[in-house]
């Protein structure tokens, strides 16, 4: 069933004057959240490892009306991602919305039997250490300022892990706790820490590039595929980025201030909290 996707509400502007930074926003997710992010008002900083794909979504914020400025920076990299920060506060003034959308190897299709100490480690802790730098770089700044929300994506797998995941349900797992004691140290300064959960984006290259492998093994279409991972949700389809970018909209304006140290389930209901 087609989904019809609202992505404005009529006359508002939820993220009017927010200064936001995006890490891997060239991403399928990355880009779908600068874009909505955008659209909603806020002064973007986009980050990545490939500055040519960051200046193809930069181009088109700014067509659109929309303010978008690039870095190559490795999140990966304490000093490069404290640098940046500070020559955006420099820059803007401030910072009120940090979120880390980076994607690492995490050896999907691999038994933990089958890793090495050193594969699994990769695969289920560097997004995981790359989040931890740039939030508590974040965090720094917003408990000076007494205000900020720092948001992180995690999946379903965090909480109902499948056979032959590799590091992905551990790292998902981590990166929930690491946002719900952020939460808790950075909350009495005004700080907010929200863990965005998200099901398969069928609409999302990488997804699409699976489902397409997928569907050669199996014998069928990539939309059957994506129907039949759909049929575990509630809703019976998968989220799509669009609606993925909407509920990251607004956790981060200002109309979810009481919402922190939790995971909030854009889902479609795959996993029941």
């Given at each position: 069933?087609?989904?019809?996707?609202?992505?404005?509400?009529?006359?508002?502007?939820?993220?009017?004057?927010?200064?936001?930074?995006?890490?891997?926003?060239?991403?399928?997710?990355?880009?779908?959240?600068?874009?909505?992010?955008a659209r909603e008002g806020a002064t973007l900083f986009l980050v990545g490892?490939?500055?040519?794909?960051?200046?193809?979504?930069?181009?088109e914020i700014s067509s659109t009306g929309g303010t978008a400025s690039v870095a190559k920076i490795d999140a990966l990299n304490p000093e490069s991602v404290e640098t940046h920060l500070r020559e955006v506060v420099a820059k803007a003034g401030k910072l009120d919305?940090?979120?880390?959308?980076?994607?690492?190897n995490v050896e999907m299709g691999s038994r933990l039997t089958e890793l090495s100490e050193q594969r699994f480690a990769d695969a289920a802790f560097k997004r995981v250490r790359s989040y931890f730098i740039t939030m508590t770089a974040a965090a720094r700044i917003m408990e000076k300022q007494g205000k900020g929300v720092i948001l992180g994506l995690t999946a379903p797998n965090a909480r109902l892990p499948r056979p032959s995941m590799g590091g992905f349900?551990?790292?998902?797992?981590?990166?929930?706790?690491?946002?719900?004691?952020?939460?808790?140290?950075?909350?009495?300064?005004?700080?907010?820490?929200?863990?965005?959960?998200?099901?398969?984006?069928?609409?999302?290259?990488?997804?699409?590039?699976?489902?397409?492998?997928l569907a050669k093994l199996r014998g069928t279409?990539?939309?059957?595929?994506?129907?039949?991972?759909?049929?575990?949700?509630?809703?019976?389809?998968?989220?799509?980025?669009?609606?993925v970018a909407n509920a990251a909209v607004l956790i981060a304006s200002d109309?979810?201030?009481a919402i922190t140290a939790t995971t909030a389930n854009a889902s479609c209901g795959e996993l029941v909290d």
């Open positions: 069933m087609p989904v019809t996707i609202t992505h404005q509400i009529q006359g508002l502007k939820l993220l009017s004057g927010k200064v936001a930074v995006i890490y891997g926003a060239a991403g399928g997710v990355g880009a779908a959240v600068a874009k909505a992010f490892r490939t500055e040519d794909s960051l200046n193809l979504i930069a181009r919305i940090s979120f880390n959308l980076i994607g690492t349900s551990v790292a998902g797992a981590a990166i929930e706790a690491l946002c719900r004691q952020l939460a808790f140290e950075v909350g009495p300064q005004g700080v907010r820490v929200v863990c965005l959960r998200t099901g398969g984006t069928p609409d999302n290259p990488v997804l699409q590039r699976v489902f397409t492998h279409s990539s939309q059957a595929i994506a129907d039949s991972e759909g049929q575990a949700t509630a809703l019976k389809r998968l989220p799509l980025l669009p609606e109309y979810a201030s």
